[in-house]
């Protein structure tokens, strides 16, 4: 089945210690995305892959950068974890970003940052 | 200032009857209408989208668009406590270049199927 997939679903860093979250899709789309999620919170939009292209929201702080090596992966990298960094970190797909139909967005299972 | 928002609930509704969903969003230039399940340390599932003025039905649910009133709406009949989850309202909104900037979200509903 087609998918989007994270590595690690759990992960466990200390303050200041660098961190990377994988995310990989088999639908072969276009666009990927990273969401964080906080506890009882809205999914918020860091940044987004538009195939090598690079679009940063305005306030995703500098201590997040992602990587995208091929269409099929894509790395949130956190440089230095702060204890407010900790939470669901989200990857999302599709096929394009605006057209009607193809945007539709899917998630994968997520991946839940704890900071000590 | 992109804004959707959505009454936080609990929304609790009996096995069996419709629960309704709303939503409002702020910038009228928004083309594309989310709706996403997520239950409890899960991530959010797609469950409908909607991009033209009206109903679109699918099974169980019924989203509706009103770009007017710049209100959505998911109807869920026949509710089953399976349906019990968050329910979040997304928003796409495409930028000048023809793309968009992701999905905005609503802090979503918490609605509650009673047995």
């Known amino acids: 089945d087609a998918m989007v997939i994270q590595n690690p679903r759990y992960q466990v860093t200390q303050f200041g210690k660098p961190v990377t979250l994988s995310c990989s899709q088999t639908?072969?789309?276009?666009?990927m995305y990273w969401y964080q999620q906080k506890s009882s919170q809205a999914p918020k939009l860091l940044f987004h892959?538009?195939?090598?292209?690079?679009?940063n929201e305005a306030d995703t702080p500098d201590n997040f950068q992602s990587r995208r090596p091929n269409t099929s992966f894509c790395f949130l990298d956190i440089r230095s974890p702060g204890l407010g960094d900790a939470a669901m970190y989200l990857c999302?797909?599709?096929?394009?970003?605006?057209?009607?139909?193809?945007?539709?967005?899917?998630f994968g299972p997520g991946t839940r940052l704890t900071v000590l | 200032q992109k804004e959707v928002e959505q009454n936080s609930g609990p929304l609790s509704v009996p096995e069996g009857a419709i629960a309704s969903l709303n939503c409002t969003y702020s910038d009228r230039g928004s083309q594309s209408f989310f709706w996403y399940r997520q239950y409890s340390g899960k991530s959010p599932e797609l469950i409908m989208s909607i991009y033209s003025n009206g109903d679109k039905e699918d099974g169980r649910f019924t989203a509706q668009l009103n770009k007017a009133s710049q209100y959505v709406s998911l109807l869920i009949r026949d509710s089953q406590p399976s349906d019990s989850a968050t329910y979040l309202c997304?928003?796409?909104?495409?930028?000048?270049?023809?793309?968009?900037?992701?999905?905005?979200f609503g802090k979503g509903t918490h609605l509650i199927i009673q047995p």
């Open positions: 997304a928003v796409n909104i495409p930028d000048s270049g023809g793309g968009a900037d992701g999905l905005t």
């Open positions: 639908l072969n789309h276009n666009v």
């Open positions: 999302a797909t599709s096929r394009d970003p605006g057209l009607a139909g193809d945007n539709e967005q899917f």
């Open positions: 892959y538009y195939d090598k292209d690079f679009n």
